[in-house]
């Protein structure tokens, strides 16, 4: 032990081990790495770097790659932030291209919320959560009750307080899809709980396959664990799946049965590629009417964003959770726990608000909006397809069809070559590709085993938000010139 | 347990017992029946009320009550959210009130985060930090390290990530003053830690005493706790104090000699009405500077935010936290930590950096951010004053000279009758006093209890935000009439 660390308070050895223990690679090595890249060349000292751009392909960060806001969202957003705008004739005869609805719709907001500046309810102003449960009442079909909807910093912030209410001791289990979005890895170890992790079926589109997930709560009761809740990313992150109705209603039979919590994350709801969305809340719904009683006892959170979609507002921090079938001293401390950080950001609260209530046909601004939104799923849907077929292409790799999310998740076969290098330098092999390829390309990806795969099995993550497709062809290059260096 | 209960994963009775544990009364009981008063009242339903406003002096909401945005920070903040305006003669020529420092501001803040709606580095964009770090040179005189200067979602965030950290074992203990903010007691709660109260010397005008806090360690040493930091909050919330260099000398001595990190909550550092803020960091650094070595191993996290001062900007939850003298292993697991949960909001870190870098004198926006930010102090001391003099008009109310922070702390006596009566309510004496005023006159405080005070005596926080001195003769005639009717 250094004198350093003697003398002070904290030091690695005595901090929160629970904290330590808590792995998120999103932002981790290869994130930093990329961003010390990006430093270097805008400082213009990358000359003898092989590479003159980063691609930061890495993050779901839709507005620091080629994806523009929506216009109807920031027109309202500035005239929330500066009302004086709307004493300004300029502004209301349209001459700063404000439509009519624009300027409606921010005077409604600020008559919600009084000032953006101001805190609001702990659970979000209350005009906000009336226009979201009347979203979720269009999409399915059903009722929503604005009390039992929660406004959030991101959906990040929900899981992280449902997770906290959740797990009671450290022998609480969440079964948690394998690969998964590692916030919740992450937000179980912080909480010293347990994952009860079950595989994906890479083989069936990345679907959730009921005999595995039957087997993983099987063994976690073995183990003596309190499996309390099961979570679902659909749309997948990082698999890019889309689940179909059967699935969905397999999960929440199991979870009817088996006393389970259903965390659905369905921030992805609206990056759909192959089919369509269904939406846990839906399912629960008609399988209520169908089979009247059984379905009573289901608790289900359902979680949404303004960060990902069409709408990509994830540095405005908003999201929504709904709560269905909670028992309301549950829902008590749900209240108490998030008043404690006091609300979540007003104007990602206002952003909500839009997202899930935009223009519609015969408003001003509904044809731009519409235009708007159209371009940006187009364009993600064939960076996807450009991606995809890419991979398919390649030696030793194998993808599947994109089907929702903003991701691929492509598996590489790595040569005992490859595997005893990475293993020498300290690093999992897909890792080690990863750091090799960012080296090389300044393409920054996550590795595999950053979200969790099946044991002996490679993968990577990569969006398809940076623009064009040269950065692909680099992918390409370095895969080739790898697989050759590492052959057994 | 009813059939419902036995029905679901969760009930009251196995949840996370820490999160039920935890207690935030600023937005409590009383919060919630406030905020009933003035739904009513906004459906015209109140008319059998004895009054026609409810006044919110129960939180310190700036913007939700008289005091107005600052007009340069919202105009920046409406050109970063549509920088479509940028493009726009109108806003150039400066007829909608944009001068050139506010275009140019907008212009360099669009260069640092690229889009408002981007995630940023999960510390926080580079460049703001280091506009923090600049501004905290100009206050302290010494230098500072923008690497370790974390932005966060208000200091509430920033507290929370430190007691992360901090908080290894449920014998982790963490002296915290008492009365004191409940994010303190509650977050502590949370984590299952230890809180370690000290009293603060209210016949001192709310001060520390060393004492005190020496006996207060001692005690929880023998009872085998680990004391890990202090907090200091300092303006005093809810106190009003405002310490003097002297008292935090010796609490930055006492912590170097008993090894404890000092958590410095200075969010309320411009609300100053007697003497002057010092900041621990400055003071750290003259100690440091006077007696080489003997300081060496302090660590310091001091916190500040733009929810308070003549900023007031709350609902928007920016903040930041200085680290001083951590060890750099212990830092790399708060920048993972901080990573679970992406990045503060954008726009909040945008405020963060106006708030440390407003116009200057010769800038075009100088002249009207004085005269703002001068008449929010103007009329926030006005209110204080007149608040406290007609507190010390009151039969059995004493109250410290209002010296910082937004908040008067004043002790009620009690009588026999009264607290009889509040336990027959089930209600602490404050508790009590404070639902009668509410129920009276529409005036939400909070009890003292809320926040903890000695054995014996009765508190109540006010806010003097809210506009008008019409409320303050609200109390006055309710608590000559509370005095008359539980005369014992």
Redesign the interface.
């Known amino acids: 032990m250094s004198t350093?660390?003697q003398?002070?308070?904290?030091?690695?050895d005595?901090?929160?081990?629970h904290?330590?223990t808590?792995e998120?690679a999103?932002?981790?090595l290869l994130a930093i790495k990329s961003?010390e890249y990006r430093a270097t060349l805008k400082d213009g000292k990358g000359s003898d770097l092989p590479f003159d751009t980063v691609i930061s392909a890495n993050?779901g960060?839709?507005?620091?790659l080629d994806q523009k806001?929506i216009?109807f969202f920031?027109?309202v957003?500035?005239?929330?932030?500066?009302p004086?705008?709307l004493e300004?004739e300029?502004?209301l005869t349209g001459?700063?291209?404000y439509k009519k609805d624009v300027v409606e719709r921010a005077k409604w907001l600020l008559s919600e919320?009084?000032?953006?500046?101001?805190?609001?309810?702990?659970m979000g102003a209350p005009g906000i959560r009336g226009s979201v449960a009347k979203f979720i009442e269009r999409r399915d079909g059903y009722p929503s009750d604005p009390s039992l909807i929660y406004l959030s910093?991101?959906a990040?912030?929900g899981v992280?307080t449902l997770l906290?209410?959740?797990?009671?001791t450290p022998n609480t289990g969440v079964l948690v899809p394998i690969p998964q979005y590692p916030?919740y890895t992450?937000?179980l170890a912080?909480l010293n709980a347990k994952c009860v992790p079950y595989n994906l079926d890479e083989e069936k589109a990345w679907g959730t396959n009921l005999d595995v997930i039957k087997a993983s709560l099987a063994k976690a009761k073995e183990e003596g664990i309190d499996t309390?809740?099961i979570v679902i990313i659909n749309p997948g992150n990082p698999t890019g799946a889309s689940l179909s109705e059967q699935e969905i209603k397999d999960v929440i039979t199991f979870a009817a049965e088996n006393?389970?919590?259903v965390m659905a994350d369905e921030v992805y709801q609206t990056n759909i590629f192959i089919g369509k969305f269904h939406s846990f809340k839906k399912i629960l719904r008609d399988l209520q009417k169908e089979t009247p009683g059984k379905y009573?006892?289901v608790?289900l959170a359902s979680l949404h964003s303004i960060s990902k979609g069409m709408v990509?507002?994830?540095?405005?921090?908003g999201g929504y959770y709904e709560l269905v079938?909670?028992?309301k001293?549950?829902v008590a401390?749900i209240y108490?726990?998030v008043?404690?950080?006091?609300?979540?950001?007003?104007?990602?609260q206002c952003i909500v608000e839009m997202m899930t209530h935009p223009p519609v046909e015969g408003e001003e601004s509904y044809e731009l909006y519409r235009r708007e939104y159209d371009n940006i799923f187009e364009g993600l849907k064939k960076r996807a397809t450009a991606l995809y077929e890419a991979f398919r292409e390649m030696e030793g790799v194998k993808c599947q069809e994109p089907a929702g999310s903003m991701y691929l998740f492509p598996t590489i076969t790595l040569s005992q070559k490859a595997i005893d290098a990475a293993k020498a330098d300290d690093k999992a092999p897909d890792e080690f590709y990863c750091l090799k390829l960012l080296d090389a390309t300044g393409v920054c990806l996550v590795p595999g085993s950053g979200f969790g795969q099946k044991d002996g099995s490679y993968h990577f993550r990569t969006t398809f938000l940076a623009p064009g497709t040269d950065w692909v062809g680099r992918i390409t290059k370095f895969h080739k010139e790898f697989m050759a260096e590492y052959k057994d």
């Open positions: 350093t660390t003398l002070r308070s904290l030091n690695i005595n901090i929160n081990p904290v330590k808590a998120y999103v932002r981790g961003e993050i960060n839709p507005q620091q806001p216009t920031r027109q957003a500035s005239l929330l932030e500066n004086q705008l300004h300029d502004v001459s700063l291209g919320v009084n000032s953006v500046g101001a805190y609001s309810q702990s910093a991101g990040s912030s992280n906290h209410i959740i797990c009671a916030l992450a937000s912080v309390r809740a006393k389970l919590v009573d006892n608790e990509g507002e994830c540095g405005h921090r079938g909670f028992d001293d549950v401390q108490k726990f008043s404690i950080q006091l609300c979540p950001p007003v104007i990602g």
